[in-house]
C-alpha cells in the first residue's frame, strides 16, 4: 500500500512532477495523482453526502498541469465525478466557482505549486466553505494510500473557460465601488504576471475599465519561468516591475505570484507596497473611509467605520505598523505565520463577537471577511485600483497615504538549517532556551503575547528594535528576522545572539556570525 503522508504540505499537496538532474524523483506520478482524485471525490461525499458530484479543476502555467489535469480528471472520472476543466485559472478563481451564481460547484481543484521551481506541483482544493484544512488534507491522502475511493461509474469529462466571468466580477466591482463605466480612464497600469496565470488581469479587467496597460511584463504564460521567480517577495521580481513603470512612467504597477493568491504593487514614484508598507497604505485608505484592501492598508479604511477593529497579521510585522494601527485606534492581533493560520484566526475571533475584518501575511497573502475571507491577489488590487481611481479624482496621489509610518532602518532574514533527526524538538528546545536567556538580559523584553517562537524587543542601547526567532512551517530550519531602528542596530542584535545560539551545535547559525563580524 503506497503511502502518500510526505506529499501533504500544510493544507496544500506538493511534491515533484518532473524529474531535473540531481533534483529529488517524481513523486507526483500517474498512480498517485488518480488516487488523489479518487480519495478527494470520497471525502468530498462523505462532507456533502453522495449527491455531490459537480467538481472544477484548473490549473497553473507549470509544464506538468496538463498532463496532471488528466491523470486528476481520470480519477475523478473514476469516482463517478462530472468534472468540469477550465484550463488554465487561479487558485481564487476555482474557489470563486463554487459560490458564483450560475457555477456553484460542489468541490473545486487547482494544480499548482505557488512560487516553487517549475519541477514541482502539487493541488489545492475548496468547497463553498473555503479551502480544506490539514486534516482534511490527511485525510485524502490517507484515503489515497488505501485505496478508498467511491465506485460510482464513469462520470463525464468537460471543458468551460472561468477566468472570463471571474475577470466580469472584478470589473463590476470596480465599476460599482467608483460609479463610473471606465474609472480608470487616463490611467497607465502595468501588470507583472511572471509568466504565471495572472496575465489575464492586463487585457480582461484593466483594459475593459480604460487603463492603458501597454508596457506590461510576462502575460504569456510559460511554466519554465524563464524571466524571473513569479514571487512578489523576490527581489529580481520586484525590480522587474518597478523597473517598468519608472521607464513606462506608469501610474501604478501590479506583480502577481504564479496563482494569484498574492500581490505586490508599486506606485508611480518607483516605491514598493509590499510587506508592511502594502499593510500601510491600505491602512491609509481604509482610515480615509473609502473601502480598500490588503493588510493594515485595510485596516485603516476599516477602522474608521468600526472602532476597535481587529486586524490580523503574521509574526513579523514591524513594530511601526503595530504603532499606526493602534494610532488609528485599532487593535494588531499577531498571529502565526502560514496563510491559513491568520485566516483561521481571524474567522475564530470573528465567530467570537470580534471584529477581525481581515488577515493578513506579510507575504501577500491577504484575505478579507467581505470576500468570503480568500487569499485573493486580484480582488486586494482591484480595492487598490478603486482608491487608485478615487484619489485621481480628487487631485491627491496614493503616494501620500503612506506618511506617518515609520518604517525600520534595517530588517534582515536568516535562515538557519537545523541538522537534527528530529528538528522540530530540537528547535523548540532552543526557543525554550532562548525565552529563559533573554528574561535575563538588560534591556530586552519578551513580547507578549506571542503565538510563535521568541519575540523580543530591544530597548535603544541594544540595538533599538526586536528579533523573532521561530520555526519553519514545515522544513528543517529555523528563521531568525531582525529589524532595527537604527542604523548598525540589526548587527548589534546579531553579535548579541550569535554567543548564546553557538552552543547549539545542530544549529547552523552561520551566517548571523558572519553578518555579526
Known sequence: MPDYKKLQ???????VAIAVEGGKPVDLTEEAVRAIGGAFAGWLQSRLGEGAKRISI?????????????????GLSAAGMEVTDFGLC???AMFMSTVMEGWEFDGAVMITASHLPFERNGFKFFTAKGGLEKQDIAAILASAGAGDFP??????CIRADFLPAYAELLQKKIRSATGMEQPLSGLRILVDAGNGAGGFFAGEVLAPLGADTAGSLFLTPDGRFPNHAPNPENAAAMDSIRTAVLECKADFGIIFDTDVDRAGAVLADGSELNRNRLIAILSAILLRGHPGTIIALTAAMLLSHTPGLTIVTDSVTSTGLARFISEWGGTHYRFKRGYRNVINEAERLCAAGQAAEMAIETSGHGALRENYFLDDGAYLMVKLLIELARARKEGRTLESLLAGLKEPAESLEFRMALNAEDFAAYGNSVISALAEYAEAQPGWALATPNY????????PAHGDGWFLLRLSLHDPLMPLNIESDSAGGAKKIAAALVGFLAGFEKLD??????FAE
Open 452 to 459: 510563535e517562537g521568541v519575540r523580543v524587543s530591544l530597548a
Open 509 to 514: 547559525s552561520a551566517s548571523l556570525a558572519a
Open 58 to 74: 484548473g490549473r497553473d502555467s507549470r509544464l506538468s498541469g496538463e498532463q496532471l489535469s488528466a491523470w486528476l480528471r481520470d
Open 9 to 15: 504540505n500544510g493544507s496544500d499537496i506538493r511534491g
Open 151 to 156: 465506485a460510482g461509474g464513469v462520470g463525464a
Open 90 to 92: 487561479t487558485t481564487p
